[in-house]
């Protein structure tokens, strides 16, 4: 399955900020634009394992999990 999620770059000094609008919270630096978009990808990954686990935390235990594709 592929997520895709928008990257916003900007320049600060020798730096570059990257955000995600879809992922409040969400924020990458680096020296470079990929280095940016790198730790970007990764705080994305955290953020939602995060809110994965809180969710699944109150659910009964005779709830169905399962996945839904999107796109």
Do not use: H
């Amino acid at each position: 399955m592929k997520n895709e999620f928008t990257a916003v770059v900007e320049r600060d000094g020798d730096w570059f900020i990257a955000y995600c609008p879809e992922i409040p919270g969400a924020n990458g630096q680096g020296r470079t634009v990929e280095e940016s978009k790198s730790s970007l990808a990764e705080a994305i990954a955290l953020i939602l394992e995060d809110r994965r686990e809180d969710g699944l935390r109150g659910a009964p235990s005779d709830a169905i999990q399962s996945t839904v594709t999107v796109g």
